[in-house]
């Protein structure tokens, strides 16, 4: 069923969330207006009931409060992330300030605070599941004998040692895989990587870059791989002489 108002999913498509706080009236009413709009719905009361639904089927999106008896919100959603990549939005009565970066940073794809405006939220989840939509291919992508990227699952490896990437290095990454050797200018990766926070600049990027090459670059001191191009952005590069390419074509 679809809203008449439209802004839901397309025709046909029916995205899943998960809706995970202890407010029953709150489940009811999100639950209700996320279905006229189209969507999949299920609901739980506490993270620990949410983490043995995702043991039955995982969703394509998750919405949960910080603040939640036995299992905080924070504790399930790192929990959920050492899994798999479900993208999750928190929907919370705190209004976490600084705090609320180094969620997004680490665990969340957005954060909004309560009482929400529906029309905001929905849009919210919209841009969420569209960004899903371009996502890169679930494979490995080789750069080289020394690094291999697995964006969907957040990963990196480094000279054979597994290296964890956050929300934020991994949608700049993506965007630089995206267009594999040739320039992403520092607005874009801006826009890519903090489109919903206000009074970002590029300083955002410029830190994520230096500390994403300290974690992808065997030397982060001379890299060959995410390259600094002056006054314009970045770009993401093979190794010298090799080409980058699908794990499963070598």
């Given amino acids: 069923m679809m809203s008449s108002g439209g802004g839901g999913p397309a025709a046909g498509v029916a995205p899943r969330i998960m809706i995970v706080d202890d407010d029953p009236n709150l489940l009811v009413v999100l639950a209700e207006q ?7 719905v299920s609901t739980a009361r506490a993270g620990d009931e949410a983490l043995r639904r995702l043991e039955i089927s995982w969703p394509d999106l998750l919405i949960i409060d910080m603040m939640m008896p036995r299992m905080d919100g924070l504790s399930m959603a790192r929990e959920i992330k050492a899994k798999a990549d479900l993208p999750i939005i928190v929907l919370s009565a705190i209004d976490a300030g600084d705090s609320k970066a180094d969620l997004l940073e680490e665990v ?40 291999s990227l697995e964006l969907h699952r957040r990963e990196a490896t480094v000279g054979g040692a597994t290296v964890q990437l956050t929300p934020t290095e991994s949608r700049l990454l993506y965007a630089l895989a995206a267009n594999l050797g040739r320039t992403v200018t520092t607005d874009t ?17 410029w830190v994520t870059m230096r500390r994403l090459r300290q974690k992808v670059e065997v030397d982060p001191n001379h890299p060959i791989h995410v390259q600094t191009v002056r006054g314009i952005g970045y770009r993401l590069v093979a190794a010298d002489g090799d080409e980058a390419r699908p794990a499963h074509d070598r």
């Fill in 34 to 40: 996320l279905r006229s709009d189209g969507y999949e």
């Fill in 189 to 205: 990766l801006l826009a890519r990587g903090w489109a919903d926070t206000e009074d970002a600049d590029r300083t955002y990027v």
């Fill in 108 to 147: 969340a794809e957005d954060y909004i605070t309560k009482p929400y405006h529906y029309p905001e939220l929905r849009a919210r989840i919209n841009r969420v599941l569209r960004r899903l939509g371009d996502k890169v291919p679930r494979q490995r992508l080789v750069l080289g004998p020394k690094l």
